[in-house]
T-cell receptor
């Protein structure tokens, strides 16, 4: 039962343009949503999070948008850089608790 | 400071053998998680330790899987009588109590022949 879904396995974007990574979820009880970035042969790295009571959180080039009515969140990276090329996972949790539900990841390629 | 470390980085074993995977969390992190990522799939939650509380084992796929953690330090994940479907990257993560983000180790790549 996949409670967090990333329907696009891959995305290619030109350097300098905006990258938009999407994520959908099914459980309206999730309290926090997170994005992780993963390079090959490394573990995921926490990138940015958003509480369910907010609709936007921004950190430098990264902005996460949350649409609770649509059960949808997105990560915007602008401007995209070649070093952003990685697999991006979205995740959701309830409270500060234990179970993180991860999506299957989207592989982003930023073309120089 | 050191991040989360895992050993071995790679493990090849024969079907039916037992394997033990090790995770050293970041010092001071009370929470420790084990995940599994099979090829082409997302991260699958296995088990969660928080301080001295009873672990949440709800993600363990079968009784061949077990994990231990000594206090707030090292954890070992043991897979008994390995099967080919156990082949995956096993990731460990740790976090501070009340903090949302986790810090992941590099993973152990397990291949069961």
């Amino acid at each position: 039962d996949q409670q967090v879904k990333q329907n696009s396995p891959s995305l290619s974007v030109q350097e300098g343009r905006i990258s938009i990574l999407n994520c959908d979820y099914t459980n309206s009880m999730f309290d926090y949503f997170l994005w992780y970035k993963k390079y090959p042969a490394e573990g995921p790295t926490f990138l940015i999070s958003i509480s369910s009571i907010k609709d936007k959180n921004e950190d430098g080039r990264f902005t996460v948008f949350l649409n609770k009515s649509a059960k949808h969140l997105s990560l915007h990276i602008v401007p995209s850089q070649p070093g952003d090329s990685a697999v991006y996972f979205c995740a959701a949790i309830r409270g500060t608790g234990n179970q993180f539900y991860f999506g299957t990841g989207t592989s982003l390629t930023v073309i120089p | 400071g050191a991040g989360v470390s895992q050993s071995p980085s790679n493990k090849v074993t024969e079907k039916g053998k037992d394997v033990e995977l090790r995770c050293d969390p970041i010092s001071g992190h009370t929470a420790l998680y084990w995940y599994r990522q099979r090829l082409g799939q997302g991260l699958e939650f296995l088990i969660y330790f928080q301080g001295n509380s009873a672990p949440d084992k709800s993600g363990l796929p079968s009784d061949r899987f077990s994990a231990e953690r000594t206090g707030e330090s090292v954890s070992t994940l043991t897979i008994q009588r390995t099967q080919q479907e156990d082949s995956a990257v096993y990731l460990c993560a740790s976090s501070s109590w009340g903090r949302i983000g986790q810090y992941f180790g590099p993973g152990t790549r397990l291949l069961v022949l």
